[in-house]
């Protein structure tokens, strides 16, 4: 065992833990007052519930057997990880992927937000980790898994976490509905600078989800570090270039999105691209995701914090330009479309894209019907119009 | 004895806080308030999507003086309030009927 790859890797897992609390206020801050602490609460709460849920049967279902399409039970409750154990201990790719298993489903609460019930998410993210992201996650991250076999590149879960969760979002806000009064009632964010807030946190924790994915102290995750940080950047020059020309200012919200557009786009590329492709992926991932923000109204999903437009579309952008930029002088032994490998894994990022996609829509949109079905989905009018606070947590944020 | 209640832009408030204040007021109270009147709101835009915030937000100021100091008074807070420009505000003045001074249960003129 390598002592530097080690403590890289277990200081990444704390880097990572450190973005879904980033999360939660990158997200509370959006919401209307009454809603801050559902929101805060929905993220949070995701450490408690997914870290458990993933220690009993999760990591075993990713990353245990030799399975393609889901893993087995032979690491369940933790036991016989140290079967992993290579240049670094099998437990710190326990706690490192305990993380990414945390953040996840945590994304979609920007979707759902100010109305679904927090029994009805507890229920709905503990299946969906068991069933959507414990298999996604062995197809990509597993070398057993069917897409890494087939050749797809997910450096860190461009795939596997934000189109996965995107699309689930989707999923969620097509069963739930609309926020009552969405689209004539104005639901400005509360407090931008919660938002700036988690926007740095999330930066700051990216480093390691980016550059821990090499799971070693080496010159990949150097690089992995270089693009996630310049990438961010690009993100939010492209993202304010493109609102500045549109709307005539260049705003808060708008430098935050925009970096964690670029966020998003860089984590498959992180350890395979160099140059000046992270510049280029991070500048197109801000001005194609400010664009995509108008699917929502178009289609009427009331998708309230743009986890379409910013994970799933940033998802799907980092995935497809891999396929266009990954250099094997960099890391690994592919070329993309640019560097001389032909269109071979321009076509098996399309496929781990659309496989990732359609799977988690499918099966989210079923688990969310189910639990509509049973126990419902959303809040009741009053609790909605009250607030998550009081009526889910009988809490208020800010009491005079 | 009058009230006399002002409504005035926030930034305002200091402003007008000094000059009452070199005037011989000696006391104010100040609430923040919302309102819209012919200045309307304004738009803000969040990721693209324009809102129309309508009600404006403004500092309210109310001050009790002698029936003979309305003029001065009234006079002093516009001049110190106005900028020229829309939103600038009101002054209205109504009669008090009654004054107490809660520490010394003094009333009237000698309360104020």
Known sequence: MDSGDTAWVLMSAALVLFMTPGLAFFYAGMVRSKNVLGMLMQNVFAMGLISVIWAIIGFSLAFGGTGSIVGNLDFAWLSGVTDLDGNIPGMAFVAFQMMFAVITPALITGATADRLKFSSYAILIGIWSIVVYAPVARWVFNENGWLFDMGALDFAGGAAIHINAGMAALAVVIVIGNRRGHGHEPM?????PFTMLGTGILWFGWIGFNAGSALAADGVAAQAVVNTHLAAAAGMLGWLAVERIKTGHATTLGAASGAVTGLVAITPCAGFVGGAAPLIIGAIAGIGCFAALGIKAKMNWDDSLDVIAVHLVGGVIGTLLLGFFADASING????????????????????????????????FALAHAIRATVGLRVSPEDERIGLDQSQHAESAYSS | MKLVTAVIKPFKLDDVKDALKAAGIAGITVSEVRGFGRQGGHTETYRGAEYKIDFVPKVSIRVVVAADAVDSVVETIVSSAATGKIGDGKIWVTDVERLVRIRTSEEGADAV
């Open chain 1, 333 to 364: 032994d592919t070329d993309g479309l640019l560097f001389g490998g032909g269109a071979e894994l321009l076509k098996d990022q399309f496929v781990a894209a659309g496989a990732v996609a359609a799977f988690s829509f499918a099966v989210t």
């Open chain 1, 188 to 192: 400005p964010p509360h407090n931008l």
